[in-house]
């Protein structure tokens, strides 16, 4: 599917280039990268002949039965849809022994889209509309139902959280009357119903519970932190997980505050400053709150962060964006970080230290926990990079061992890599084959 998806958004790409003019053409095909590069990566947990799969398959192992589709129940009542007005999904595992009453969810990733072309095209995928999401996915990482690759929740209550609204699930209705089209932003409301329908078939009754997402889901899970918390027992153990959702509000190497730009028009278009924390948009632009940066800074759960410092997913969309490198001198280190520079490894070890800058107050903070590594790679928590022989470690520990150390209390659990290229665990993304071409 995702081929096809990719063959029939290049056509639509072209025709609608020729439409717009030089600015808005520029605006939407930073929606359209993100979109695409995002789409083929989370595709790869759920297609085997999917190239990242390929990438990934020194972690493969024995496949673990397929978890089928569910749709909302009361979307239609909460008037709570996916950008094409279809009805949002998510996929359940029950728990078992021990786990029955402990839960996992865990939000789906696929960036963002900021203008009404980039979100129409959207709806022609599944990150848009259920119309085009798979009836049934594999579980694997944090939601694998082994004990030897998930050590800790692997007979947890899992839902993966399926993304479809292009905001993080901070969209309102209200924005919808700016524009003259059908799209529906109801982010909000996606999230709320889903809410309610977890918590009529179990979750209210959780003696644990962890909020984690990867990527855009992972900045989704920092946003509803601590809605999720409050919905929840006050007995209950409650924290959060964000995998790769820490964007950094950092200009681009042609020193233009791209991304900025592009968070600015999420957030306009879609009126996602209605979920967004009320001391933070009291004090500054909204789009400023849609960064993690502002955003852990009034979350109370205990919150662990898990994130690559040489993510290449913002090295390639908000270090080193297409306008940004018009001759093409990056293209090789977007494609490994094996093929960059020493001058173009010290650029990314700025876009590094800038990571560890913004998360120093983070790090100082009671409850918190991260796990930092050095690896040139983006989500890392739904792939069997998170446990296992070959996965990255710190201190000897990998991702889920760090992260269950922090959850269940049994140690301090904040490790931070060194630069690049120190750790020999590292798993680090290779674009070059032929398949990303």
């Known amino acids: 599917m995702a081929n096809t998806l990719r063959g029939s958004g290049r056509s639509y790409i072209m025709n609608l280039r020729q439409k717009l003019g030089k600015r808005e053409w520029a605006i939407a095909a930073a929606g359209f990268a993100i979109v695409l590069l995002t789409f083929s990566f989370i595709s790869s947990s759920e297609s085997d002949s999917s190239p990242l799969n390929d990438h990934l398959h020194n972690f493969s192992g024995p496949t673990t039965d397929l ?77 694998s139902n082994e004990q030897s690759r998930n050590p800790d929740f692997y007979n947890w209550n899992k839902v993966k959280i399926r993304y479809c609204d292009g905001a993080s699930f901070a969209g309102h209705p209200e924005s919808e009357q700016k524009i003259d089209t059908k799209l529906f932003f109801r982010g909000q409301l996606i999230w709320e119903a889903m809410m309610d329908e977890l918590l009529s078939i179990g979750l209210s009754n959780a003696q644990e519970a962890l909020l984690s997402g990867c990527s855009a889901g992972g900045l989704a899970t920092l946003i509803h932190c601590d809605d999720f918390r409050e919905i929840l027992s006050k007995d209950a153990k409650v924290k959060c997980l964000s995998d790769a959702g820490f964007f950094l509000n950092e200009k681009d190497i042609a020193s233009n505050a791209s991304f900025q730009s592009f968070y600015h028009d999420v957030v306009n278009l879609q009126g996602a400053a209605g979920s967004l924390k009320k001391d933070c948009i009291a004090k500054m632009e909204p789009s400023k709150c ?26 390639k969309n908000v270090l080193v964006p297409g306008p940004a490198d018009p001759h093409g001198h990056w293209h090789k280190c977007h494609l490994n970080i094996h093929n960059c520079s020493p001058e173009q490894i010290q650029v990314l070890n700025g876009f590094r230290n800038s990571l560890l800058q913004a998360l120093s107050d983070f790090k100082q903070m009671k409850n918190v926990g991260m796990f930092i590594n050095s690896c040139y790679i983006h989500c890392q928590t739904w792939t069997e990079t998170w446990h296992g022989p070959n996965s990255p470690k710190l201190n000897n520990k990998t991702i889920a061992e760090s992260v269950g150390d922090w959850f269940f209390d049994r140690k301090v659990s904040k490790l931070i890599d060194c630069p690049y290229p120190c750790n020999p665990t590292c798993y680090n993304m290779d674009f070059t084959g032929p398949r990303f071409h």
């Open 67 to 143: 978890v089928p589709i569910v749709f909302l129940k009361n979307a239609a009542q909460r008037g709570a849809y996916c950008l094409d007005g279809s009805v949002p999904a998510y996929h359940f595992q029950k728990g078992f022994g021990s786990g029955t009453n402990k839960w996992l969810l865990h939000i789906e990733g696929g960036g963002w889209c900021n203008t009404v072309a980039s979100c129409s095209f959207r709806t022609t995928t599944a990150l848009g509309s259920s119309k085009y999401m798979d009836p049934q996915v594999q579980f694997s990482g944090i939601l």
């Open 290 to 315: 849609f960064f993690p940066q502002s955003i852990v800074k009034s979350i109370k759960t205990p919150l662990f962060l898990v994130n690559p410092a040489y993510d290449f997913w913002q090295i």
